[in-house]
Each structure stands twice: as structure tokens, then as C-alpha cells.
Nanobody, 126 residues
Framework: QVQLVESGGGLVQAGGSLSLSCLAS????????VAWFRQASGKEREFVAG????????YYLDSVKGRFTISRDNAKNAVYLKMNNLTLEDTAVYYC???????????????????WGQGTQVTVSS
């Protein structure tokens, strides 16, 4: 099965930028729909951004649309999340998730994903 490892988290000032990486091994990630989720302290895990397997369309949480960009690099078997203009509300543990059989209607649902990375902490300070 596919294994996922996130990296790139850290401490950043509000208004700054950060790039997260999700590196896959064991399988070809291009065959999977991939998404970024985040979970802030005391809150449920929420969908942030995703890219579909079949058509490559991207999907975003409304509050990050225009600020975050999800992209694939198939040569590196990786998916990235570029985050710009970060706010305090973006502070969370960010997770990469993948699934080979997911459909578009469930791409925003964490329950639809079989494979997850370990998470990487993003902390935005004032």
C-alpha cells in the first residue's frame, strides 16, 4: 500500500507563507486522489484542499481559496500545499491523505480516505 510522509510545517508569522510536502512511497501517487486536511486544537478534522485522481481538478476550503494551492509533482511522487497569506486561524496539524477509489462527491470527507500521513504542525503567530 501507499505510505505518506508530510513535511514542511513550522512556525510562521501571520501574512507569511509556507509550503507543505506529501511524499509517497510504495505506490504511484498519481493513481490516487490526494487531499490535505487539518485539525486545530479542540476542533474536528477539516478538509483544506484536494486534487482528484481522474481529472486532476482541485478543490478548496472556502476560507483558503485564493491563498492555498495544491499541486502534484508526479516525477517526485509528491503532492504539495503552498500556503500564502497565513492567518492565525490556519494554525493546525496538517495531514496528507490519499485514496485510490474515492469519488468526487466524497473528496472532502476524511472518512473516505484509507491512507494518511503522520501530520505536520503549522503554527501561525501574530
Amino acid at each position: 500500500q501507499v505510505q505518506l510522509v508530510e513535511s514542511g510545517g513550522g512556525l510562521v508569522q501571520a501574512g507569511g507563507s509556507l509550503s507543505l510536502s506529501c511524499l509517497a512511497s510504495g505506490r504511484t501517487l498519481s493513481a490516487y486522489s490526494v487531499a490535505w486536511f487539518r485539525q486545530a486544537s479542540g476542533k474536528e478534522r477539516e478538509f483544506v484542499a484536494g486534487v482528484s485522481r481522474s481529472d486532476g481538478y482541485t478543490y478548496y476550503l472556502d476560507s483558503v481559496k485564493g491563498r492555498f494551492t495544491i499541486s502534484r509533482d508526479n516525477a517526485k511522487n509528491a503532492v504539495y500545499l503552498k500556503m500564502n497569506n497565513l492567518t492565525l486561524e490556519d494554525t493546525a496539524v496538517y495531514y496528507c491523505a490519499a485514496d485510490q477509489g474515492i469519488i468526487i462527491s466524497t473528496i472532502r470527507s476524511p472518512e473516505a480516505y484509507d491512507y494518511w500521513g503522520q501530520g505536520t504542525q503549522v503554527t501561525v503567530s501574530s
